[in-house]
């Protein structure tokens, strides 16, 4: 609105001017090369207008001709940069395709029409590496790191291809490499890192996660958890050699993770060694509240120098207590009743683990239970024979492989703490031994001519294992594959089967089923459960258990 205002009073001033100039009288008189010419102002003034109207257009005219040639390769330089942009857009869809030929055209074109745009490298890498062309893309990627905008990506570039040709020393380098051009790289700083647990470089290791949150590549939690693992790590390398340097390093990482469970564990067992159980069992407790774990159970049981077994039962029982019907508990306060000579302690708190679907763990004590208590090594044989088909235990679990023990990082891809407790997924659901088939037929084909005991069938069962082992079967529950389980053999068919018989006396002639004259040879009861093993342990090798070893039975 203002400016249309100010329009109408700019033509009005105009207009007042014109007229006030042709009211007056007066004629403007011009004497050139000896001719006069008169005319009127207001001729004048518009004469002088129109003249300047015209130079001005000559001015004009003479420098867009001078300027044509710059102005005409600019418009050219616009129109190949935006068929460059098309060619790569329309590229990179291609390669979001798959469609590689298509790729190849457009990256060509790209090249022709913008050869030095950060997005052609691109584009014409990520083509050969659609095309498996390995060193083209490797060129492409190098040609990057001329530029400073395109340095990071080159790197980036240049560290897959080194991954993919298992080049570890070269992708190292440019990691680190990458880590000092840009310290907020988060792939950079991570194949750092990496590579520093891969070797057990502890200390390199804490000065990269101090680094990745100085740059904020990791938030405040991560880097807690993280320092916790790696001063873990350097705790359990000096627990032996240096108990004091380890004490210290695994306090510092218990009160940054506190229920990271190897921080607690050796924490807790260095506070037991200098008579601090009080402290040492606060550790445990933390820890065993957020993860119960046989190790924590071990260590709290043994937190004070002196106690006699009974009291270790009721230090397990009070520990048992604080994560109530909890597996890990219960096999705990069993393992302490076990070794304290509480039996009936020992059944009950199995019964609430074995009456559903128990693990191979849970089988292992019910049989040591049934060998120590009453001698049953028939009904133990049982049990043993169950664990060879039960679930697996939760085991330190990372990319795929299971462990024994913890350990900081994974050994396939150095990733920190990767390990977890867990049940391998392999396992989830119990795969289906052929040992089941050969025991379930055995008792369902039982008959009362000529009885076979059920604990002749497990060391029957058990020579199998040399046969080369069957491919892993596909995860399934074990019920359903499985018929219901019968009862186990009585007590004295069992202890004819264990116990070595007095000579027999001379059988009738008719006798259709005569006593064989070679018996299975069975190795001595005090090896025979292995019960201070971990529950993958099958024991000591002899020539009549070594079968017993294998993976196929034992998941070992």
């Not at 518009?46 to 004009?60: D, F, Q």
């Not at 790191?145 to 190292?172: F, I, N, P, W």
């Not at 988060?186 to 000065?207: I, P, R, S």
Request: glycine share 6%.
């Amino acid at each position: 609105m203002i400016r249309v205002i100010l329009f109408l009073v700019l033509l009005a001033a105009l207009a007042f001017g014109a007229a006030w100039i042709a009211d007056q009288p007066g004629s403007v008189s011009i004497l050139w090369l000896g001719r006069r010419i008169e005319f009127e102002v207001l001729t004048g003034l518009v004469a002088l207008l129109v003249g300047a109207a015209v130079v001005m257009a000559v001015i004009g005219l003479l420098r867009w001709l001078i300027a044509s040639p710059a102005m005409a390769a600019r418009a050219l330089r616009r129109r190949r940069r935006r068929k460059g942009s098309e060619a790569v857009s329309r590229g990179i869809i291609a390669i979001g395709a798959g469609d590689r030929r298509t790729a190849e055209r457009h990256a060509a074109e790209a090249e022709k029409y913008a050869p030095d745009q950060p997005l052609t490298l691109l584009l014409k890498a990520q083509t050969a590496q659609l095309a498996g062309d390995r060193t083209g893309a490797e060129q492409a990627f190098r040609a990057m790191l001329g530029s400073q905008e395109t340095r990071l990506l080159g790197l980036r570039g240049l560290y897959v291809e080194a991954q993919r040709r298992a080049d570890a020393g070269a992708a190292r380098s440019i990691a680190e490499e990458a880590v000092a051009e840009s310290p907020s790289a988060g792939w950079a700083a991570q194949a750092v890192l990496e590579n520093q647990t891969l070797g057990g470089d502890w200390d390199g290791a804490l000065a990269s996660i101090e680094k990745q949150y100085s740059a904020r590549v990791i938030d405040k939690e991560q880097a807690k958890r993280r320092r916790a693992v790696l001063l873990t790590a350097k705790a359990v390398a000096l627990e032996d050699r240096d108990p004091a340097a380890a004490k210290a390093l695994a306090v510092e990482a218990h009160g940054l993770a506190p229920t990271l469970v190897p921080a607690a564990v050796v924490a807790g067992r260095l506070y037991a060694a200098d008579g601090d159980a009080r402290k040492a069992s606060r550790v445990i407790e933390t820890a065993w509240k957020a993860t119960p774990h046989p190790d924590l159970a071990e260590a709290y049981a043994h937190a004070r120098r002196g106690d006699s077994r009974l009291d270790e039962l009721k230090r397990v029982e009070y520990l048992a207590r604080l994560v109530p019907s909890h597996p890990e508990g219960l096999m705990a306060v069993a393992r302490a009743a076990i070794d304290a000579g509480e039996f009936a302690v020992a059944r009950r708190a199995l019964d609430e683990i074995t009456t559903g679907r128990p693990t191979q763990r849970a089988c292992l004590l019910q049989a040591e239970i049934s060998a120590k208590e009453h001698g049953d090594h028939g009904r133990a044989r049982e049990w043993m024979a169950r664990a060879l088909r039960a679930a697996r235990d939760p085991v330190w679990t990372a990319d795929g492989q299971a462990s024994d023990v913890w350990l900081p990082a994974s050994p396939i891809t150095g990733r920190l703490d990767a390990f977890e407790w867990k049940v391998p997924v392999a396992e989830i659901g119990g795969p289906v031994l052929q040992v089941d088939d050969v025991l379930a037929d055995h008792h369902e084909a039982e008959q009362p001519v000529a009885p076979t005991p059920v604990i002749d069938m497990a060391p029957a069962a058990i020579e199998l294992a040399p046969e080369p082992p069957p491919a892993p079967p596909e995860p399934a529950p074990v019920e359903a594959a499985r018929p219901q389980e019968p009862e186990p053999a009585p007590a004295p068919q069992v202890e004819t089967a264990v116990q070595p018989p007095a000579p027999p006396p001379a059988e009738p002639a008719n006798d259709p089923a005569p006593a064989p004259t070679t018996r299975p040879k069975i190795v001595p009861t005090e090896t025979v459960f292995p019960m201070a093993r971990p529950p993958d342990d099958p024991g000591p090798e002899t020539p009549a258990s070594a079968p017993a070893r294998r993976s196929s039975f034992f998941g070992g």
